[in-house]
């Protein structure tokens, strides 16, 4: 376990960065019961010669969003490599990234160290938004792009998140109600089957304000 431990560290298909390697070492040192981290499941991925959860989504948003209806895209919540906006720029995508823990990114990425909010971030210029996990900023980007018409997809975290008022939800459930509640008529929450062997949550908006 050590070596293939060693080989992934050497390699790192993902680009994690160093808090992420720790927490991955960790949680095989200290397994838990019913949780898996989200660097676990790309490694478990590795190990079975899959493709990262990264490339599955980039090869998902390629699918729906269209580099020739959807030219440029805005990831939110891009961790601090954008990865994500790297793989979509070789399909075709001008990429933005942004993320307050952005520390490096790859030309011809447009790099935004600051973090995402409805009331005050500006998305006019983009075709549609994207985000895998964006955690605390997800109900920010739906409300936006709620207000804006903005198309987006997002693949949703597996647990939920304190809602912009304050209030923590008690339930994964509560939380995808509300956000669905935002704007019923233009959006959806589906399960495609996107990376194998996991249920992956992702919801969709759809404005018809295309070209």
């Known amino acids: 376990m050590k070596e293939k431990f060693d080989l992934f560290c050497k390699e790192n298909p993902c680009e994690f960065s160093e808090e992420q390697l720790n927490r991955l070492k960790y949680e095989l040192e200290h397994p838990r019961q019913g949780f898996i981290c989200d660097e676990m499941v790309d490694y478990m991925l590795w190990m079975k010669g899959l493709k990262s959860r990264q490339e599955y989504f980039a090869d998902y948003v390629a699918r729906i969003f ?119 008529d233009h959006t959806i929450i589906i399960y495609p089957n996107m990376v194998p062997g996991y249920d992956t949550p992702v919801m969709i908006g759809m404005f018809y304000n295309k070209r």
Request: aromatic share 8%.
């Open 66 to 184: 269209t580099p020739d209806r959807y030219p440029h895209l805005l990831e939110v919540g891009c961790g601090p490599s954008a990865r994500l906006s790297s793989l979509l720029v070789s399909k075709g995508y001008r990429m933005s990234a942004m993320d307050p823990k952005l520390e490096q990114f790859k030309d011809p990425v447009e790099g935004l160290k600051e973090r995402f909010d409805h009331n005050t971030t500006s998305i006019l210029k983009y075709d549609a938004i994207i985000a895998q996990e964006p955690c605390d900023a997800t109900e920010h980007i739906i409300r936006l792009c709620a207000k804006e018409k903005k198309d987006f997809i997002i693949s949703l975290c597996a647990s939920p998140h304190r809602f912009i008022d304050g209030k923590m939800p008690e339930s994964v459930d509560e939380w995808y109600d509300h956000l669905r509640a935002i704007d019923r």
